[in-house]
């Protein structure tokens, strides 16, 4: 994986001419400062206690490349900081256990010695979960789960597979593949990401209308901590006092580290087919695809792009800039085992629905298009960086009656702060009581002004009712903000686990927890 940008470098592309004018043209982009190498990376000498008894217990690096491609995750400002060759949230060695007891004797030690430790799963965090505090701490490392990355078993029965936490997820599905079986579960990361780390966010991928998010495909964990090992989910469900599942679900390994999931799975489909409506206005799709959750006829994947967003044609990153006539496009992707006439009835109900609020079917060749493409977009802010762009992405998520008041509020925030910015949106996860907003960001702004801004984003996004993070996760970015949303006593709540499970405040410090 690239150091300095997202996934494979070969795929990166320079943008055209024209986008690169008009950039300069409409936002006043200037040509960014040409990146360092990695032996130009700043680098702190690494200072670790306990150096020989981590080697005894499993593998360690302290070598530069190592430390270098575990630092931070793949934000914007982390890219920008390390396009600029700063290395100071870099690990001073990256630990990789291979089994669950080897991760429990490295805990011990690292709570022993007050060495902070940052889970590392495929290190695509975007909201700052892989830049631990070193304040107080005796030394930092990287807990990288590449070797725990099995399939351990698949029980077709029950519908379950269990698995180890840092296998990839493109992985994943090639061997529930052989099964006939898929999870279901594509964000945006899913060529590098791993099954640990969807847990630990709670993400939440482009086909969750038709497989729900990844916590809803957890059924039982096992985690690591400092102070022992955790067992969790006997039972689909169960009315044994709360749920202790949900306490690890979204902890961002600051409660412990997640070394085994047992996940439901569901058939593969032999079916899929993707589709392009455009809507007259972002309100009316909206509509669309409230009335189709209310209704029990939600595809697997839908997605709604804003005026903007549809101008720019940001829902085919391969083909920016082509968005074509106005309005706003909808992706509607239907999914079945093999297309029988109960899946097509349902199907055809679902376009009823998209047309009975003003939508006009435009054919597969904007869904295939979509699909070919849904995982090129963090290529394309690779290509906007070096073309001295900033562009992040921010996302929120709401109850459907409040879901203007927040869209307006979040824009409103992005052009106060910012001045002349590309705002785009789209809607892309759709329950029957409300809905996500994802928005992209394009603007000169540098590193100081855009993290300024993000500051007055998550104050209004917090005023106007909205969550700080429907997948992207709290990290340090959202902390403060995650605080406000939870109130004084939520805070005090999370501290008290914190303090249970982990004494010593050795995981991930400084992310999460207020």
């Known amino acids: 994986m690239n150091w300095q940008g997202w996934g494979d470098p070969a795929k990166a592309r320079e943008l055209p001419e024209p986008i690169v004018k008009l950039l300069h043209d409409l936002l006043g982009v200037r040509p960014p400062v040409a990146p360092v190498a990695m032996e130009q990376v700043r680098l702190a000498e690494p200072v670790l206690p306990a150096l020989d ?60 010695e007050r060495i902070a430790v940052v889970p590392f799963g495929g290190g695509t965090s975007v909201v700052g979960g892989l830049a631990p505090a070193r304040e107080g701490f005796a030394g930092v490392i990287a807990l990288d789960l590449a070797r725990l990355d099995r399939l351990v078993s698949v029980d077709a029965d029950s519908m379950v597979a269990v698995f180890e936490p840092g296998i990839r997820a493109p992985e994943a599905e090639r061997l529930l593949g052989e099964h006939g079986l898929t999870l279901g579960h594509f964000p945006q990361s899913f060529e590098y990401a791993t099954l640990g780390g969807f847990a630990a966010a709670r993400s939440s991928g482009q086909a969750s209308a038709g497989y729900g998010r990844f916590d809803d495909m957890v059924v039982g964990l096992t985690v690591a901590t400092p102070g022992g090992t955790l067992e969790l989910g006997r039972a689909p469900k169960s009315a044994a006092g709360p749920d202790l599942r949900q306490l690890v679900l979204g902890s961002e390994g600051a409660f412990g580290v997640i070394t085994s999931l047992r996940l439901r799975v569901r058939r593969a489909p032999a079916v899929q087919e993707y589709e392009g409506w455009r809507f007259p206005a972002f309100q009316d799709g909206a509509s669309a695809m409230r009335s189709l959750a ?111 008041r927040l869209y307006d509020a979040v824009r409103l925030a992005l052009l106060g702060a910012l001045g002349n910015p590309l705002v785009m949106c789209h809607i892309s996860h759709v329950y029957e009581t409300g809905a996500s907003l994802y928005f992209t960001v394009v603007t000169s702004a540098d590193l100081e002004t855009w993290e300024a801004a993000k500051r007055q984003v998550n104050a209004a996004i917090v005023s106007a009712d909205g969550t700080i993070s429907h997948h992207h996760g709290v990290g340090r970015d959202h902390r403060e903000a995650y605080a406000e949303e939870i109130g004084p006593l939520g805070v005090e709540i999370l501290r008290a686990v914190k303090e249970r499970l982990d004494p010593a405040g050795i995981l991930n410090p400084g992310v999460l927890i207020p």
């Open 53 to 112: 008894e981590l080697r005894a217990i499993t593998r360690v690096s302290t070598d530069r490349e190592a430390r270098v491609r575990h630092t931070r995750g793949k934000s914007t400002p982390d890219l920008m900081r390390m396009l600029a060759g700063d290395g100071s949230d870099a690990p001073d060695a990256v630990v990789s256990p291979g089994s669950h007891d080897e991760v429990l004797a490295v805990l011990r030690v690292c709570a022993a």
């Open 294 to 404: 209310q209704r029990g006829l939600l595809p697997a994947v839908l997605r709604l792009s804003d005026e903007t967003e549809t101008m720019i044609g940001l829902a085919k990153p391969e083909s920016i800039g082509g968005g074509g006539e106005g309005g706003c496009l909808a992706i509607a992707g239907f999914e079945g085992s093999s297309g029988t006439p109960a899946d097509r009835a349902r199907w055809d109900a679902a376009r009823a629905v998209l047309a009975e609020h003003g939508g006009a079917c435009l054919g597969e060749e904007p869904g295939q298009a979509w699909a070919h493409g849904r995982f090129s977009a963090p290529y394309l802010r690779d290509s906007l960086l070096a073309a001295g762009a900033t562009v992040e992405t921010l996302e929120t998520a709401t109850f459907w009656s409040n879901l203007p």
